[in-house]
């Protein structure tokens, strides 16, 4: 036995529906601006005060890279500091926003920090993916600028730049300069596997040690690409063949600690060489014992601990003054982030903080920029990319038993193509997990 | 030929620490029928007390003791506090556990900061070992945590199967009203179980920081692990973790050896062929 | 016409004007960041009320089904160069098409079977898209995706955007509350309640789940368009484990068996996000308070879900013996001569129902 019900429905919503569209269509018809070629939505440039210049920062201060993080925005006030916190008569006020090495969560940030903090410029992002994102970002905000913090994908200004992005400090095939001859010719090794992260970074990193390695003779017998953010290395490890001279690792922060704790549990003899942030400050200082096996091996970086220069011994002087409980030394992010800042500074100084026309005199100033950092001088090519020192370590021990990179040589004034032409270099296409190749 | 053997290990011991982590989960949806998805908390929450204590100590043994009871502890709050009182609400206290689960990681996040922990392990159980097959060596740990799997896999049988606490967790799967009706005390029952539960997921927190490392992110990674596990094995069985976490373990260490790339997809390629075939879990029982 | 209906209308009446001219007095960051991403955000979380709320099926999959469609859109336009409309077509057929694969996987598991499942569904596509190289570029995602411009219509422009989202957000909502309206939503609320009883009666229930799910990924899918726009660019970040809980969080802060509540819910969020990070670091904290504040206390509309999905597991787990509890609060509409409720609150609360006649013991062909 079933009931049937008819049901009456009074259609008095349809009619507002229809009211609704009406007035939608019709304020749609309105408005309308420029379409910016990086993608996403354009924006107006809202006006900034005129007695402070606001500078943001954007690091990753939540995810994996948080430590980091911190030691940049260490790096932005460390820079600040020098300039006694005002250009001319205007103060800095510096405003912080975190990401969490996603590009859309340092889109937003980016976002924000231009169109909700007001900033004049800003700093940053940490992490490579993160700064193509805020490239793309920049091309829709013609009218200020940006510079980078320490993300080194090489593409980031390589392949469609941003005519407002600057990057002072150099990106990841530029960090992996002279190590590839180094190994080959004072370490002796000659055949050698390689395991890295599975995206743009460590592509960079690889590309810049084997342009060098395989140039030299080297071997590259055999590439693990593990995806981001493995912990379990342990199939890897057994997996690595016998023959081999030593393993380049380009894994950063957390996945190399892992790595490095399961190789010595499974009684690997290989030795071992570090892309630039496998053995750096964040690694070498982590609480545990990982010391014997990280002795000797040799690495290459923007930055070497204890480089004798006078300008490095200021830099790191200043930077333990200012933060008593930072690392003991400035980290590669701390650094890339200070130089970015201080070129931005220079530049504002310059031109007396004159902001007006969309930052143009800015820009013009910053095209040209060179002037000289804890690491030698730096100057930009066309792409607006650094130019820079490069330095090849090797991890020594302190007589009080800490570890750091000993600097044992000097690469000076390396561009974005590693000495080759530029379009020869563009020809070798982009790097990926088979590009380059030297079985 | 000794790569292969290596690769099996590595899967065999995983599957252990799999174990570990999933066996608490799904005793805890067996008997109560809640998800806990604040259990991949409780696992961070282990390995970071663990290694506190084993640093403020020096003892790793101490560590592997009082973590998990610590956590057991927190457990049986929340379980007394927040979901006791919405029981038999299924999406409520998933909800309050995924609640939970959020505020815990952030909090932890906060206390900790963003960086790796290690552990100080004793010598005994660090480092290489022979294994006399093949001319092999092992990671000594690992084989001590697929030890401890087995051990704690016959201690749940035998409290399951032996005792009367067991019996009364069984008959409560089946049928959780008769068991109240026949005048036990069902809540306290529940409190146990629960604080049973957490304890298996403090536990394994600790085993498995001081094998790897304990780091932010490593909530969610572990109870992802947890529920396709159970998944595959089957929701409130044991045995069914059991087997389930041997075969996850095993896929995902043969797919990261020889297609490293697409590994993880491997791994839930199986979840999907099982909820496929049988969608209960190979040992579950049909719901 | 009673006072408090009067008091409706004005309300609704003053909403609509609030929306409507939201561009005009708000800063162009309000209206991008907050009142953009609260409307996409919404559709998503509309899409995810609509299963829980009206199909008893919790789905964590719904920010999956977005990626899927702003993935397609972005690798056609930016890797393919091919034009918009195919990308937004193919995006749309892609999320639809992936619903209804996931769907068939999941739908004859129940109740929190089916959240995890469609968890497991929603990580193995993140780790797919994290991994991959060819399609979806691994962890750096797609950058460079643009909104057209179509005629005289200029897209990337915030405020044309902003009403365009609105739009659709608006037709979308409609859309919704018309269809459960339908036999079809009712059908589908009738096997959200009791889907035995709907089987016995003739409804092909797995045929009926199937369909709204992959309804609700079509709903999905067209936020997916939107947000890409918006952001312009997709990567792996913006589906994973943090923004499929999100959606989540956002519908049952709202209020899981109201639609308004994908909205309210997705506002209330993204101000929470946008501005707490401002004045502390822990926001993640304050989010997990407040649902922990929802789900205990403030059920309300999260009250007749969990209902409703217990009367729905209870009936085939070995609770035996489980008295169903009563499915409204509500009092219904009372009807004259004989009648029967067929489906629950939502249909009893609007008050523009009537029913008219009631024919008792009449044969009727099922459809």
Same mark, same amino acid.
């Given at each position: 036995m079933k009931s049937r019900i008819r049901i009456v429905v009074r259609r008095r919503w349809l009619h507002k529906l229809m009211l609704l569209i009406g007035l939608l269509a019709l304020l749609t018809a309105c408005g309308g601006t420029s379409t910016p070629s990086g993608g996403g939505l354009s924006s107006g440039t809202p006006a900034s005060s005129s007695n402070e210049i606001r500078i943001g920062a954007l690091a990753t201060l939540a995810?994996?890279?948080?430590v980091d993080g911190q030691d940049a925005l260490r790096g932005v006030k460390l820079a600040i500091a020098e300039f006694g916190g005002k250009i001319g008569n205007k103060s800095i006020t510096l405003v912080t926003e975190s990401s969490d090495a996603t590009p859309a969560v340092a889109r937003n940030a980016a976002r924000k920090l231009v169109q909700q903090d007001n900033v004049d410029l800003m700093i940053g992002p940490l992490s490579g993916d993160e700064g193509l994102a805020v490239r793309d970002y920049a091309k829709t905000q013609p009218g200020k600028v940006f510079l980078n913090g320490s993300s080194a994908a090489q593409d980031t200004t390589l392949r469609n730049p941003a005519p407002n992005f600057y990057r002072f400090a150099t990106d990841g095939v530029q960090w992996m300069a002279g190590l590839g001859t180094y190994v080959y010719n004072a370490q002796g090794y000659k055949r050698v596997a390689i395991l890295a992260e599975d995206y743009s970074f460590p592509y960079s990193q690889v590309a810049g040690f084997m342009l060098e390695f395989c140039k030299a003779g080297g071997h590259v017998v055999k590439k693990f690409w593990v995806p981001i953010g493995t912990t379990d290395y342990s199939s890897v490890v057994s997996a690595i063949p016998t023959n081999i001279d030593a393993i380049y690792v380009a894994l950063g922060g957390s996945g190399s600690i892992n790595f490095l704790k399961q190789y010595v549990q499974f009684g690997g003899k290989a030795k071992l060489i570090g892309g630039t942030v496998?053995?750096?400050?964040?690694?070498?200082?982590?609480?545990?014992?990982?010391?014997?096996r990280v002795l000797g091996v040799a690495s290459a970086s923007p930055i070497a601990d204890n480089n004798p220069d006078s300008a490095w011994q200021q830099f790191v002087h200043a930077y333990k003054a200012m933060f008593p409980d930072g690392f003991p030394s400035p980290s590669l992010f701390a650094y890339t982030y200070y130089v970015n800042a201080k070129a931005a500074l220079l530049a504002l100084k310059q031109v007396n903080g004159d902001l007006s026309n969309g930052e143009a005199r800015l820009k013009e100033v910053l095209n040209t920029l060179q002037f000289d950092t804890p690491t030698g001088p730096v100057k930009l090519d066309h792409n607006r990319q650094a130019i820079a020192n490069n330095f090849v370590t090797v991890v020594n021990k302190q007589p009080n038993g800490t570890l750091f990179n000993k600097l044992v040589q000097v690469v000076p004034n390396v561009n974005q193509t590693l000495g080759v032409p530029e379009d020869q270099f563009l020809q070798l296409g982009e790097f990926n997990r088979d590009n380059p190749s030297c079985p | 030929m000794s790569e292969f053997i290596t690769v099996t290990l590595n899967g065999l011991t995983l599957g252990g620490l799999y174990f570990l982590v999933a066996s608490g989960f799904t005793l805890v949806f067996g008997l109560m029928r809640v998800v806990n998805l604040a259990h991949g908390s409780l696992y961070l929450l282990g390995g970071y007390i663990g290694w506190s204590i084993g640093n403020a100590t020096g003892n790793w043994v101490l560590a592997v003791i009082l973590a998990p009871l610590g956590v057991a502890v927190v457990g049986v709050i929340l379980q007394q506090a927040l979901l006791r009182r919405i029981q038999g609400q299924d +999406?409520?206290?998933?909800?309050?556990? *995924?609640? &939970?689960? !959020?505020?815990?990681?952030?909090?932890?996040?906060?206390?900790?900061? $963003?960086?790796?922990?290690?552990?100080?392990?004793?010598?005994?159980?660090?480092?290489?070992?022979?294994l006399g097959i093949a001319n092999l060596t092992y990671p000594a740990y690992r084989v001590f945590i697929l030890g401890i799997a087995l051990v704690i896999g016959i201690g749940l049988w035998f409290l399951l199967r032996r005792t009367r606490l067991g019996m009364i967790i069984r008959a409560g799967i089946?049928?959780?009203?008769?068991?109240?009706?026949?005048?036990?005390?069902?809540?306290?029952?529940?409190?146990?179980?629960?604080?049973?539960?957490?304890?298996?997921?403090?536990?394994?927190?600790?085993?498995?920081?001081?094998?790897?490392?304990?780091?932010?992110?490593?909530?969610? +990674?572990?109870?992802?692990?947890?529920? *396709?596990? &159970?998944? !595959?094995?089957?929701?409130?069985?044991?045995?069914?973790?059991?087997? $389930?976490?041997l075969l996850v373990g095993l896929v995902s260490q043969y797919g990261l050896a020889y297609i490293p790339t697409y590994s993880i997809l491997i791994t839930f390629a199986l979840m999907i062929v099982v909820l496929a075939v049988r969608p209960q879990g190979?040992?579950?029982?049909?719901? | 016409m009673t006072i408090l209906r009067v008091a409706r209308i004005a309300c609704l009446i003053a909403i609509v004007l609030f929306l409507l001219t939201f561009p005009l007095f708000a800063s162009q960051f309000l209206v991008v960041q907050i009142g953009i991403q609260s409307l996409f955000l919404g559709i998503v979380a509309l899409s995810l009320i609509f299963l829980a709320g009206y199909g008893g099926m919790v789905s964590l999959a719904q920010m999956t089904l977005y990626g899927a469609s702003g993935y397609l859109l972005a690798i056609l336009t930016v890797t393919y160069n091919l034009p918009w409309f195919v990308g937004v077509i193919a995006g749309l057929l892609f999320s639809t098409l992936l619903a209804a694969i996931f769907a068939l996987i999941s739908v004859r598991s129940q109740g929190i079977y089916f959240i995890m499942i469609t968890l497991a569904e929603a990580m193995l596509v993140f780790y797919y898209a994290d991994q991959d190289r060819i399609f979806t570029n691994g962890h750096t995602g797609i950058n460079g995706v643009q909104a057209p411009t179509v005629g005289s219509l200029v897209l990337t422009d915030p405020t044309t955007f902003y009403y365009m989202t609105l739009l659709i957000a608006a037709l979308v909502y409609l859309g919704l509350r018309y269809l459960v309206r339908s036999p079809f939503g009712l059908a589908l609320q009738g096997i959200r309640d009791n889907a035995q009883r709907m089987q016995s009666l003739g409804f092909y229930v797995y045929a009926h789940r199937v369909a709204a799910f992959t309804l609700a990924g079509l709903i999905a899918g067209i936020a997916g368009i939107l947000g890409t726009w918006y952001d312009g660019a997709i990567s792996p970040g913006s589906i994973d484990l943090t923004r499929t809980i999100n959606i989540l969080v956002i519908a049952v802060l709202g209020g899981l068996s109201y639609f308004e509540g994908a909205f309210i819910g997705a506002t209330f969020f993204v101000v929470v996000t946008t501005y707490a990070s401002s004045f502390t670091d822990r926001f993640n904290t304050l989010i997990g308070l407040a649902l922990l504040a929802v789900a205990l206390f403030f059920p309300d509309g999260l009250v007749g879900l969990s209902r409703k999905t217990v009367q729905l597991i209870t009936r085939t787990t070995v609770w035996r013996g489980r008295v169903p509890i009563p499915l409204s609060s509500h009092k219904p509409v009372p009807a004259p001569g004989n009648s029967r409720t067929v489906a629950s609150d939502s249909v009893a609360e609007d008050e523009q129902f009537m029913i008219v006649s009631v024919k008792p013991e009449e044969e009727e062909k099922q459809p």
């Open positions: 995810g994996p890279f948080a496998t053995v750096d400050q964040t690694v070498l200082s982590t609480k545990g014992p990982l010391y014997q | +999406l409520r206290e998933a909800l309050v556990t *995924i609640g &939970v689960s !959020i505020v815990v990681a952030d909090l932890l996040l906060a206390q900790y900061g $963003g960086q790796n922990y290690e552990y100080t392990l004793p010598d005994i159980i660090n480092g290489p070992v022979n089946d049928d959780r009203d008769m068991v109240s009706a026949m005048g036990i005390n069902v809540q306290m029952v529940f409190a146990i179980v629960f604080g049973l539960g957490a304890l298996l997921a403090g536990l394994a927190g600790v085993i498995g920081g001081s094998n790897l490392s304990v780091r932010p992110g490593d909530d969610g +990674l572990y109870l992802l692990y947890s529920l *396709i596990v &159970v998944i !595959i094995g089957g929701m409130g069985s044991v045995g069914g973790a059991a087997l $389930g976490a190979l040992l579950g029982r049909r719901v | -």
